[in-house]
T-cell receptor, first 111, second 113 residues
Framework: ELKVEQNPLFLSMQEGKNYTIYCNYS?????LYWYRQDPGKSLESLFV?????AVKQEGRLMASLDTKARLSTLHITAAVHDLSATYFCAVKETSGSRLTFGEGTQLTVNP | DSGVTQTPKHLITATGQRVTLRCSPR?????VYWYQQSLDQGLQFLIQYYNGEERAKGNILERFSAQQFPDLHSELNLSSLELGDSALYFC????????????FGPGTRLTVT
């Protein structure tokens, strides 16, 4: 059974600082997603990572994938308050289409 | 706005009751997925339909069932409701059966009292 672990689960940051969220998974995958969720809202797709070494950037967020280590990172650069949300990674196994989600990282950016 | 619609937005009901949640996928999408998000279990995959046929099953209770209709909308039926069924239920859709990005609807918040 595929297991997906995120850490940290809670992250409180100061504006302007950098930090990284980690996502480890237990079996072979052919794609990994990062989502953002605001309280009580739906999931907003941030990145889709398809291959080893893939790196994608959007604004202050950058995601990367190391399939050999079964690890993805979401790096936050110079955080701003608007980035406060819960971030999920989700992994799709090589066979099938279901997504297995991590526990989520609740990010709070303080002024 | 992902293009996936779900109704109702909120539902409050009593233990033992039965409810139906509805999902309309994005235009052109053939796959529909149901997920449950609760404080205890996190985000869990329940079931997937592709063009009317069940394609994959996850941690879906026997009290729950789903179907996808010829017009591709889907319904999730929850029966003999328990307090622990209180959760946010998301529907997602994708163009194909596997390997395509899933787009999530706004969710239905179910509260069982």
């Amino acid at each position: 059974e595929l297991k997906v672990e995120q850490n940290p689960l809670f992250l409180s940051m100061q504006e302007g600082k950098n930090y990284t969220i980690y996502c480890n998974y237990s079996t072979t995958s052919d794609r990994l997603y990062w989502y953002r969720q605001d309280p009580g809202k739906s999931l907003e797709s941030l990145f889709v990572l398809l291959s080893n070494g893939a790196v994608k950037q959007e604004g202050r967020l950058m995601a990367s994938l190391d399939t050999k280590a079964r690890l993805s990172t979401l790096h936050i650069t110079a955080a701003v308050h608007d980035l406060s949300a819960t971030y999920f990674c989700a992994v799709k196994e090589t066979s099938g289409s279901r997504l297995t989600f991590g526990e989520g990282t609740q990010l709070t950016v303080n002024p | 706005d992902s293009g996936v619609t779900q109704t109702p937005k909120h539902l409050i009901t009593a233990t033992g009751q039965r409810v139906t949640l509805r999902c309309s996928p994005r235009s052109g999408d053939l796959s529909v997925y149901w997920y449950q998000q609760s404080l205890d279990q996190g985000l869990q995959f329940l079931i997937q339909y592709y063009n009317g046929e069940e394609r994959a099953k996850g941690n879906i209770l026997e009290r729950f069932s789903a179907q996808q209709f010829p017009d591709l909308h889907s319904e999730l039926n929850l029966s003999s409701l328990e307090l622990g069924d209180s959760a946010l239920y998301f529907c997602a859709s994708s163009v194909g059966g596997a390997g395509y990005e899933q787009y999530f609807g706004p969710g239905t918040r179910l509260t069982v009292t």
